[in-house]
């Protein structure tokens, strides 16, 4: 007898009739092949399915009984059949009190339990086979196939026989390929009978790479898309009238010999029943352009969430058609292969109605959800000192905070200096100067002729500045009128004489406004005064360009912050002799305009300036105006960056620059303090903790004091996660806490550049789009990953 030939059981009608058909008309397969099958598609679900199960029935075969099952739900079956462990009880059924065994799931790879329904399946024949079988479809499959085998009397026979049936055998097979292309191993059999479908498809991909590629470029060169006409003929007629950039680009690559794109275009124009294909309209320069700024958004808030710990940064502006635009970044640190950097990425752009501290916090925490940001380890907001955005109680760093108390709220060191120069300006003769300043450069700037005076009156009087325009004077950044107050001091004598000029030859009310001007010029408070405010601007200009850098951490930027307190406050300590140098420069420009400066007049009675009673010109200004100015410019800075000191007393105790001066009860109070402040991110703390943190100290103890880390980013590069993973985490937190808002007024440059007067109707997923193309131009974007998303929707092309 042959080997494979087993004994026929009393079977049931279906099984009966299945074994008497023609098996002529089934493929003919060997047992050994099916064992094999069978083997290898269930070796994953041995491994891992012998684990606790689970009582929501993930994976009991019974659940899907009666139900059409997805390609999704049908490899989850193939991939996690239950096999429990060895103390699991079966339930009894019948008088004979028998029950399934667990060894059956062993020796037949297809036969599946189904707790549910207390009863057994083929796992195989369940998924793929059909409930009508054998020769004319004249046989219905019932037991093992359509309902669960329950007459475990008879099981091991009945399992037997089911393992020889030739819709068995089959279903086995496809069971297989199913596998193999839902993993990817084989190509689809519809696409290897199908060859001509291959070749569309690879076809299709390139002709819209083209198209990809040529919107990248676009977005990248922040140029517009579209013309006076966005319609019509790409090749076949010359336009006379512009069609934009994009279709111009078009037909540039057909020139430079992109045939496949050529040969697309020309087929288009031939079929122009079927134009809508061409996948050049706006509708689709649009989705095309969503989905590259969604691919590039996608790897920032994936390298965001990696890191495991991040802020958030803030800021609204009113874009050209009078919607308020929240602009949202976040600050985070990338390992790269040369260390860890610090990242301040740009997120989105989100036109906001309600711009309470609320509404902002609703709209910033939706926007992070929607962006799938991981809001536990959201460790630090940064915004400027609106109201709206930094009020105790009703701003909406504060209701942030009532959400996600760990997010600890820094205001923008950029704004904190822009109000110390504001504030120590406030003293009437500095104030009073660059309002004459202001006046007199939007003066000479609203008119071309006035301009043209000045230029001609600095060649005349040959001076060796290469400057012959004046600058207007920056209205929201005070450092940054530095530039204009010295390009206006540079040309102070030439200003001098222009406006002389224009009051002879100018018109009635140019006359007017010209000789008002040049007596306030010609003043000595007001010469004095601009060369006082040069000097102090120049010191605090350094400042302010560090602070716009990325890679600036808390520590680093207090600490100069902290030098320019010192230098100031050096110049304090010595300002006879500081003065006595400012004041030689203001009497050369004095000199030079036929002035000279001199003691106001003083009575007993003055109130509304300095009234000092000394004998020199020098002294009085000393004692009246630079001194008062240093002193106020001293005490604001101080000031305005007390928060910033307080926020960074503990954080920056784990820098080794100052770990190494801690004693080990401070070392404890500061792992205290910052397990409170963010125990999400760092787990409780313990003793293991602070050995730690003591262990970190004792590696810097007999370092040279010049080579000790005295930034963040510094000791982060320098931190071995393994060795020291919670200080680790401390260092992390302290680098990625904000310190400016300068990447967030970036974007405003940008919005500005997308959304311009011409462009002012540019929707919000467009100009999101083309934001990230602009901004993020380090981040590579390939056309195929726009391809891939872009044929997930149902297209009239096969990609």
Request: net charge positive.
């Amino acid at each position: 007898m042959d080997k494979w030939i087993i004994k026929k059981p009393k079977l049931d009608v279906e099984n009966r009739d299945q074994h008497d058909r023609d098996h002529n008309n089934e493929p003919n397969y060997k047992k050994s092949e099916i064992n094999e099958i069978s083997s290898g598609l269930n070796e994953s679900a041995l491994s891992t399915n012998t684990q606790i199960h689970s009582q929501t029935y993930d994976y009991d075969i019974g659940v899907y009984v009666e139900k059409t099952c997805t390609n999704d739900e049908k490899y989850k079956i193939l991939k996690n059949r239950w096999i429990p462990n060895e103390f699991y009880k079966f339930p009894i059924s019948g008088r004979r009190k028998l029950k399934f065994q667990r060894n059956w799931l062993l020796e037949f790879p297809w036969l599946s339990y189904s707790e549910k329904l207390d009863g057994a399946f083929c796992v195989f024949c369940f998924l793929f086979c059909s409930k009508e079988v054998g020769k004319g479809s004249h046989i219905s499959t019932k037991s093992l196939v359509v309902t669960p085998f329950c007459r475990w009397k008879d099981a091991k026979e009945q399992f037997r026989y089911h393992t020889n049936l030739e819709y068995h055998k089959t279903s086995c097979i496809v069971a297989q390929n199913f596998i193999d292309v839902h993993e990817k191993k084989i190509v689809d059999i519809s696409l290897q009978l199908n060859t001509a479908r291959l070749a569309t498809i690879e076809q299709n991909r390139k002709i819209l790479s083209s198209i990809v590629e040529t919107i990248i470029l676009i977005g990248r060169q922040e140029i517009a898309l579209r013309g006076h006409r966005d319609s019509g003929p790409i090749l076949s007629k010359v336009s006379n009238h512009n069609d934009g950039n994009f279709r111009a680009l078009l037909r540039f690559r057909v020139d430079s010999g992109d045939n496949t794109l050529n040969d697309h275009l020309l087929r288009i124009e031939a079929m122009l029943s079927n134009r809508s294909t061409s996948y050049t309209s706006p509708k689709i320069q649009n989705e095309l352009i969503e989905i590259c700024g969604k691919v590039i958004l996608n790897k920032i808030v994936s390298k965001c969430n990696e890191a495991e710990c991040f802020s958030l940064l803030a800021d609204e502006t009113t874009d050209i058609s009078g919607i308020e635009q929240f602009s949202l970044c976040v600050r985070y640190i990338e390992k790269t292969n040369s260390g860890s950097i610090l990242k301040e990425d740009f997120l989105s752009f989100v036109p906001v109605n309600d711009v309470t501290g609320k509404g902002l916090m609703c709209t910033l925490l939706e926007t992070c959800q929607n962006l799938k940001l991981n809001l536990k380890y959201l460790v630090g907001q940064g915004y400027d000192g609106a109201a709206a955005m930094s009020g105790e109680f009703q701003g909406c760093a504060a209701k942030v905070m009532e959400k996600y108390p760990q997010a600890l709220y820094v205001h923008c060191a950029s704004h904190s200096l822009n109000l110390v120069v504001s504030d120590a300006c406030n003293i009437p003769i500095i104030r009073n100067s660059l309002g004459s300043i202001k006046e007199t450069i939007n003066f000479f700037r609203i008119s071309a002729q006035r301009q043209s005076i000045l230029k001609d009156v600095i060649h005349q009087l040959e001076c060796e500045t290469k400057k012959r325009r004046l600058m207007k004077l920056c209205e929201t950044r005070w450092i940054e009128r530095l530039d204009a107050v010295i390009t206006f001091k540079e040309l102070f004598v030439p200003i001098f004489f222009a406006l002389e000029k224009i009051q002879m030859d100018g018109n009635r009310e140019a006359s007017k406004k010209a000789f008002t001007l040049q007596q306030a010029l010609k003043n000595g408070n007001f010469i004095l005064a601009m060369v006082v405010i040069q000097e102090i601007f120049s010191m605090a200009h350094p400042l302010s360009i560090y602070l716009q850098k990325v890679n600036v951490d808390l520590a680093s930027a207090m600490e100069t912050a902290n030098n320019l307190s010192t230098l100031i406050k050096e110049m304090r300590s010595n300002v006879e002799s500081k003065f006595h140098d400012l004041f030689s420069t203001a009497e050369h420009l004095a000199k030079e305009i036929g002035e000279d400066i001199k003691i106001p007049r003083v009575t007993h009675f003055q109130q509304h300036r300095a009234n000092y009673e000394l004998t020199s010109a020098e002294n009085y200004y000393r004692v009246s105006v630079f001194i008062p100015f240093i002193d106020h410019f001293i005490s604001q800075l101080e000031i305005r960056f007390t928060k910033h000191k307080n926020t960074l007393s503990i954080i920056q105790n784990f820098i080794p620059n100052k770990l190494i001066k801690l004693s080990e009860n401070e070392i404890e109070t500061s792992t205290e303090v910052m397990t409170k402040q963010w125990p999400v991110v760092i787990s409780s703390c313990d003793n293991i903790v602070i050995k730690e943190v003591l262990l970190w100290k004792q590696r810097w103890i007999a370092a040279a004091e010049d080579k000790l880390p005295c930034t963040f980013i510094d000791a982060i590069n320098c931190c071995d996660e393994l060795l020291f993973p919670k200080v680790y985490q401390y260092l992390k937190i302290g680098a990625t806490l904000p310190v400016t808002v300068a990447s967030v007024e970036r974007s405003f440059s940008t919005l500005k550049r997308l959304k311009s007067y011409l462009r002012n109707s540019t929707g919000e997923n467009r100009l999101n789009g083309l934001a990230h193309l602009s901004i993020h131009r380090e981040i590579p974007i390939k056309s195929s990953e726009v391809v891939d998303i872009f044929s997930e929707k149902n297209r009239k092309l096969m990609f």
